[in-house]
């Protein structure tokens, strides 16, 4: 890498493990925050999610200022954003105000990975592009799992409040550094009519149903695989090793799948995206079986189907940018991405009331069986990948 890509890639991947910092590792003091804010679980629980829902309604026009006023703007302004409501939900009085506040966090926190895919693609060719953009999305789960250390040894020390207050000077530092070094990437003409011209793309409809039905395994993951195990009869210790494991497979996929993506020159993306969902496919048959066996299986086996199901977040991202008319490239990020965020809101809870109903073997079966189809799905799409640069 030149020193300029190195730049970029550094502050963009460090920005958005500021946002996860939040985002990923607050629910580590959700205790707390209950306690201080007088919350009930259902309450906690909107707490803990309100500011991802911020960033899901503002991801599009999040997109639209990146291509029209750049990601050095943008990104200043939602940094700017991000860190006062993170800032003023500390002083909050009361959990329906520091709801407010996170909500409010969580829309200027929506221009940091708009505005870092914007700008690894405008200085990464596409023999590049998907390493560089796996390794920022590697900084999603290293966030998370710096929050979740960090963040109760502050509450320890100064209560919830001050962890709220460190997750926005990390926003704004990270934030005000990025800008600086992110360039402006302004298209040559105005972009217009964008998500309506987006969604007429060749493949763009059918690359987001891929989307859709991977991030019903990967939410799934995320969200339940501590509950299965221990259920299974794993003690707390193995359950929470179990997820961190799941973690840093999540971390080494996003690098992986971006490098053979990269292969003959970038034309590698839509066979390492079915790839990934058939490694997933069978990672999840294995995890259901493992379950019925013990420790030593479910370890391994946690470990591959998070490999396919959690590292195909940015060739997403990068097929939708490469696909769409250059001017619109953010837009066509931003709508993948909400439709991601969304999406991870939405089927959370139906996936657990199957599980609650129907049992952890046809939970995880349904789970392989949407991996499979989204993979049958990406298979389908037709076309080389264009080579778009910003």
């Known amino acids: 890498m030149s020193p300029s890509q190195r730049t970029v890639l550094f502050w963009a991947s460090a920005a958005q493990a500021s946002n996860s910092l939040l985002n990923f590792g607050l629910p580590a003091i959700g205790p707390q925050l209950r306690e201080e804010f007088g919350l009930s679980l259902a309450e906690l629980g909107g707490v803990l999610t309100v500011s991802l829902l911020g960033s899901g309604v503002a991801l599009i026009p999040a997109g639209k200022a990146v291509d029209r006023f750049g990601a050095r703007v943008t990104t200043s302004v939602g940094s700017a954003l991000g860190a006062a409501g993170l800032a003023a939900a500390a002083f909050a009085p009361n959990g329906l105000v520091l709801a407010l506040f996170l909500f ?54 100064g209560g919830a409040r001050l962890a709220l207050l460190a997750c926005a000077g990390t926003v704004a530092a990270t934030g005000v550094v990025f800008a600086a070094v992110a360039g402006d990437a302004r298209p040559p003409e105005r972009p217009r009519a964008g998500v309506r011209r987006i969604w ?69 993306r839509i066979q390492t995206i079915v790839g990934a969902g058939w490694v997933a496919t069978v990672g999840g048959v294995l ?38 008319a250059p001017e619109l490239a953010g837009q066509s990020v931003a709508v993948a991405a909400t439709l991601v965020f969304v999406l991870s809101f939405a089927i959370t809870p139906p996936m657990g009331a199957l599980a609650e109903h129907a049992g952890w073997d046809v939970f995880w079966a349904t789970a392989a069986a949407l991996a499979a189809a989204g993979a049958v799905v990406a298979a389908r799409l037709h076309g080389g990948d264009r080579r778009t640069v910003l």
């Open 104 to 157: 409010v966090g969580g829309i200027g926190l929506a221009a940091v990975p708009i505005a870092g895919m914007g700008s690894i693609f405008r200085v990464f060719d596409p023999a590049r592009r998907g390493w560089a953009l796996g390794v920022r999305q590697m900084a999603v789960p290293l966030g998370g799992v710096v929050g979740a250390v960090l963040l109760p040894v502050l509450d320890h020390v």
């Open 287 to 324: 995890f259901a079986l493992s379950l019925h066996v013990g420790p030593a299986a479910v370890f391994p086996a946690a470990i591959l189907f998070a490999f396919g199901a959690l590292g195909w977040n940015a060739l997403v991202y990068v097929v939708a940018a490469e696909r769409a």
């Open 200 to 268: 007429r793309t060749p493949g763009i409809p059918r690359l987001l149903l891929v989307a859709a039905c991977y991030i019903v395994v990967l939410q799934s993951l995320l969200a339940y695989t501590v509950p299965a195990a221990r259920e299974a009869g794993l003690s707390s210790f193995l359950a929470g090793a179990t997820f961190f494991a799941v973690n840093v497979s999540a971390g080494v996929a996003r690098v992986a799948w971006g490098r053979l993506a990269d292969r003959h020159g970038g034309t590698r």
